[in-house]
Structure formats: structure tokens, C-alpha cells
């Protein structure tokens, strides 16, 4: 993976999951309760940034995603299994509302862009084996809550055709943004399930960067080097904070509901030390802080792609029985226990420009049988931290690092 393909950072995206054989339900939401949701996607976005930053260069990934895919999971499972991934995801305690509040936490956010002026579209597949039976209170809820497409695919004679109609669908619902998430060989002839969510954004900054103010200017990467990039610039008001090693900048889209957050440290070097000490609570902190300001605003343009195979990743974030059949409990999907995840697959791609910005993801998990007081400065001239957000529920839908905004 190049440098550019590890950019993280907070936009649409896809997500993917296979079920080779064994997720739980959900009552009526209340406001709180939908928050309870969105603090738990951003606890786990902020976990699983402390684990892909270890490899350097740019980054990106989302975080809503995967933990969208992996709900659909989460609704089969129970006992220590179902325990295990509501600790690692900050799914919360077992309630019948869980399912209902995070679906309607996912409509609201569908519904929001048509009347904005943005595009953000969510959407969920399930894809199962022909002649594997799933409990019907199973298929009813993640079609009910989470408005997930079902169909029958044959993994066991044609798997490479059952991985082409999945990657279509990914690419059809990401705008042809992820077109190939599943590699060779996923799904396998015993894949039972394959549980997909794709994501995609678009969306005009509030205040757009006119081109002909775009230019080349030095960028820092964090080995010292010195580069020209094409820089965008620009002086408006903006939500803006500034603390002793930090700047942080909120560029809104069309509609106000959704922006960017970039988190500038002021040493060129400062990132490493950023990523140190970045926690929820932190970051929470950080974003209600931020007051309207003049901001002289200079921001590289950039244009990324990344894919992981996140099972290490997740097995080592406390996510291991459901990884290992036995002791996977996925009973809820088909009354036994046989199922367990083997991969998840997760693919980004993000552009930002002097317009906006257009992102997507996708991710799969196959579970098998068996300063100046009137105008400040924010020049992003040397390696930041960047995510895009939900501002109506809070939830971080992507979550980036820039290093080199040239790397490919």
C-alpha cells in the first residue's frame, strides 16, 4: 500500500461482510439513545485510528462503515460473542431499542442531503448462500431496521460470479468510487453470508475555494522534506480554535449538516505527538470548543485510496471469538453455531477540492461455517489529521491523516 492509500479521513464509504454460518434486535429511540449510538461509532473510529496510524503515509478510512457492516453482524450474535463485539464497537449494553435507534440514526442521515443540497447515501446488502437457511426474525430485522437488500447467490459452484455481482453492487452504491472491493478468492465456495454497507458522499464546501487563488506552496512531510503543492486559499469566517500546540478548522458543506475538521498541530512535526495523545474525550473536547472566526484559510488539495484487511486488526482490538468457530456464536442468523467471521475487507477513496469533496468506502467481513484577534491563520502546510462528520447526530463518518498530499 502507498502513502496516499493511507490517508484517513471521514467520508462515504462501503462496507462488507461474509457470514459463513452464525447477529440481535431492536423499541422506540429516543434522542438520547440515538446519541448513545453516535458516541459509540466515534469511540470505536478513534480506537481503530490508534491502530492503522502505526503504519505511516497517508491514511483513510470510515469508520461508520465498518461498524455499520459489522451491526449486521452484531444482530446475529449471542452470548460471549454478541458481549464481545458490543464492547469493541460501543454497541452498549443488550437492549431492544439498540437496532431501531441505529437504524433511524442511518435514515435520518439518508433522508437529510435531498433537502440540503449534498449527496449522502447509506446502503446495506445481505447475500447469502443458495439453500442456507437464515431465521426469518433475523432476515426481518436487518431488512426492517437497517433497510438491507436480501438475495441469494451460489458461492459454492460460481463464487467468482457471486464476487462480481457483490463488487457491482458495491460500485453501483459508492458511484463507481470502489469498484473491485472483493480480491480474488472472496468469497470462497464456503462463504455462507457476505453482509455488505457502502457509503458515499458529495458535497460542496459552504464557502468554496475559487481556482484561480490555488497555487503551489511549500508542504513539510514529516521526514522534513520539502514539496510544492497545489494549495488552495481563502479568508472567511469559520468555526475556528487555536490551543498551545493546536489549530483546529471546521469547513462546513452545503446545508451545514456535514464538514470537514482538520486538526493542525503548529510544529511542522507535530503529528506523531497529535496521534499520542488523540482519545474521544480529547477529540470530543476539541470539537466544542471552536468559535466563528476570519480565518485565512490554506489547504492542499489531495485525492487518496486505501483497502485493508482488517481481521489482525480487529482480532487484536479484542474482537477474537468472533473469529474462531468454534467458540463464534452467530446462532441468531441461523439457530446454530457453526458461523464465524473470516475477513473483513475495507476500501476508501476520497477527493477534496476547491468544490468539496467526494468520498467513499466500502468494507467486507465474510463469516465461513466452521492567532490575530481579527484574522487567524490555518496554514496546513505541513502533515494534519482531518475527519468529516455528522453534524446533527455527532457520528464521524470519516477520518483522515495527510503526510504527503502528492503521494499516489
Same mark, same amino acid.
Given at each position: 500500500?502507498?502513502?496516499?492509500?493511507?490517508?484517513?479521513? *471521514?467520508?462515504?464509504?462501503?462496507?462488507?461482510?461474509?457470514?459463513?454460518?452464525?447477529?440481535?434486535?431492536?423499541?422506540?429511540?429516543?434522542?438520547?439513545?440515538?446519541?448513545?449510538?453516535?458516541?459509540?461509532?466515534?469511540?470505536?473510529?478513534?480506537?481503530?485510528?490508534?491502530? *492503522?496510524?502505526?503504519?505511516?503515509?497517508?491514511?483513510?478510512?470510515?469508520?461508520?462503515?465498518?461498524?455499520?457492516?459489522?451491526?449486521?453482524?452484531?444482530?446475529?450474535?449471542?452470548?460471549?460473542?454478541?458481549?464481545?463485539?458490543?464492547?469493541?464497537?460501543?454497541? +452498549?449494553?443488550?437492549?431492544?431499542?439498540?437496532?431501531?435507534?441505529?437504524?433511524?440514526?442511518?435514515?435520518?442521515?439518508?433522508?437529510?442531503?435531498?433537502?440540503?443540497?449534498?449527496?449522502?447515501?447509506?446502503?446495506?446488502?445481505?447475500?447469502?448462500? @443458495?439453500?442456507?437457511?437464515?431465521?426469518?426474525?433475523?432476515?426481518?430485522?436487518?431488512?426492517?431496521?437497517?433497510?438491507?437488500?436480501?438475495?441469494?447467490?451460489?458461492?459454492?459452484?460460481?463464487?467468482?460470479?457471486?464476487?462480481?455481482?457483490?463488487?457491482?453492487?458495491?460500485?453501483?452504491?459508492?458511484?463507481?468510487?470502489?469498484?473491485?472491493?472483493?480480491?480474488?478468492?472472496?468469497?470462497?465456495?464456503?462463504?455462507?453470508?457476505?453482509?455488505?454497507?457502502?457509503?458515499?458522499?458529495?458535497?460542496?464546501?459552504?464557502?468554496?475555494?475559487?481556482?484561480?487563488?490555488?497555487?503551489?506552496?511549500?508542504?513539510?512531510?514529516?521526514?522534513?522534506?520539502?514539496?510544492?503543492?497545489?494549495?488552495?486559499? @481563502?479568508?472567511?469566517?469559520?468555526?475556528?480554535?487555536?490551543?498551545?500546540?493546536?489549530?483546529?478548522?471546521?469547513?462546513?458543506?452545503?446545508?451545514?449538516?456535514?464538514?470537514?475538521?482538520?486538526?493542525?498541530?503548529?510544529?511542522?512535526?507535530?503529528?506523531?505527538?497529535?496521534?499520542?495523545?488523540?482519545?474521544?474525550?480529547? *477529540?470530543?473536547?476539541?470539537?466544542?470548543?471552536?468559535?466563528?472566526?476570519?480565518?485565512?484559510?490554506?489547504?492542499?488539495?489531495?485525492?487518496?485510496?486505501?483497502?485493508?484487511?482488517?481481521?489482525?486488526?480487529?482480532?487484536?482490538?479484542?474482537?477474537?471469538?468472533?473469529?474462531?468457530?468454534?467458540?463464534?456464536?452467530?446462532?441468531?442468523?441461523? +439457530?446454530?453455531?457453526?458461523?464465524?467471521?473470516?475477513?473483513?475487507?475495507?476500501?476508501?477513496?476520497?477527493?477534496?477540492?476547491?468544490?468539496?469533496?467526494?468520498?467513499?468506502?466500502?468494507?467486507?467481513?465474510?463469516?465461513?461455517?466452521?492567532?490575530?484577534?481579527?484574522?487567524?491563520?490555518?496554514?496546513?502546510?505541513?502533515?494534519?489529521?482531518?475527519?468529516?462528520?455528522?453534524? @446533527?447526530?455527532?457520528?464521524?463518518?470519516?477520518?483522515?491523516?495527510?503526510?504527503?498530499?502528492?503521494?499516489?
Amino acid at each position: 500500500m502507498n502513502a496516499i492509500q493511507r490517508i484517513l479521513i *471521514l467520508l462515504p464509504a462501503a462496507v462488507m461482510l461474509w457470514v459463513g454460518m452464525p447477529v440481535t434486535v431492536g423499541a422506540a429511540s429516543t434522542v438520547n439513545e440515538k446519541s448513545a449510538v453516535a458516541e459509540g461509532n466515534n469511540r470505536f473510529a478513534v480506537e481503530l485510528y490508534a491502530k *492503522l496510524k502505526e503504519s505511516r503515509g497517508n491514511l483513510f478510512f470510515s469508520p461508520f462503515s465498518i461498524s455499520s457492516a459489522l451491526v449486521l453482524a452484531y444482530a446475529g450474535a449471542r452470548g460471549e460473542t454478541a458481549a464481545e463485539m458490543g464492547e469493541l464497537f460501543h454497541f +452498549g449494553p443488550d437492549r431492544p431499542g439498540f437496532h431501531r435507534d441505529f437504524g433511524a440514526m442511518v435514515k435520518a442521515m439518508n433522508a437529510g442531503g435531498k433537502k440540503k443540497g449534498y449527496e449522502l447515501a447509506i446502503a446495506n446488502g445481505l447475500w447469502m448462500a @443458495r439453500g442456507f437457511g437464515l431465521k426469518k426474525d433475523y432476515l426481518n430485522l436487518v431488512k426492517k431496521d437497517y433497510g438491507a437488500g436480501i438475495k441469494e447467490l451460489n458461492f459454492a459452484k460460481d463464487s467468482e460470479s457471486a464476487r462480481k455481482t457483490i463488487n457491482d453492487w458495491v460500485a453501483k452504491h459508492t458511484n463507481q468510487k470502489i469498484k473491485d472491493l472483493l480480491p480474488p478468492g472472496l468469497p470462497s465456495g464456503g462463504t455462507k453470508v457476505v453482509l455488505t454497507n457502502a457509503v458515499y458522499f458529495k458535497g460542496e464546501w459552504a464557502l468554496k475555494f475559487k481556482k484561480d487563488r490555488t497555487k503551489d506552496l511549500p508542504f513539510t512531510t514529516l521526514d522534513g522534506k520539502h514539496i510544492d503543492v497545489p494549495t488552495m486559499c @481563502r479568508t472567511a469566517s469559520f468555526n475556528y480554535l487555536e490551543e498551545d500546540s493546536l489549530k483546529v478548522l471546521e469547513l462546513p458543506y452545503t446545508g451545514q449538516e456535514l464538514s470537514m475538521v482538520i486538526l493542525l498541530p503548529k510544529k511542522a512535526d507535530g503529528l506523531k505527538e497529535l496521534e499520542k495523545n488523540l482519545s474521544y474525550e480529547s *477529540l470530543q473536547s476539541l470539537l466544542g470548543k471552536g468559535a466563528s472566526q476570519e480565518v485565512a484559510v490554506c489547504l492542499p488539495r489531495f485525492k487518496m485510496k486505501s483497502k485493508f484487511m482488517l481481521a489482525d486488526t480487529l482480532a487484536a482490538m479484542g474482537m477474537k471469538q468472533s473469529l474462531s468457530a468454534p467458540p463464534a456464536d452467530f446462532s441468531g442468523m441461523n +439457530g446454530r453455531k457453526d458461523l464465524f467471521i473470516s475477513q473483513v475487507v475495507h476500501e476508501g477513496f476520497v477527493d477534496v477540492n476547491e468544490e468539496g469533496t467526494e468520498a467513499a468506502a466500502a468494507t467486507g467481513v465474510t463469516v465461513k461455517a466452521a492567532m490575530s484577534m481579527t484574522s487567524a491563520e490555518f496554514k496546513a502546510d505541513h502533515p494534519f489529521l482531518f475527519l468529516i462528520r455528522d453534524r @446533527r447526530s455527532g457520528s464521524i463518518l470519516f477520518m483522515g491523516r495527510v503526510e504527503d498530499p502528492t503521494a499516489k
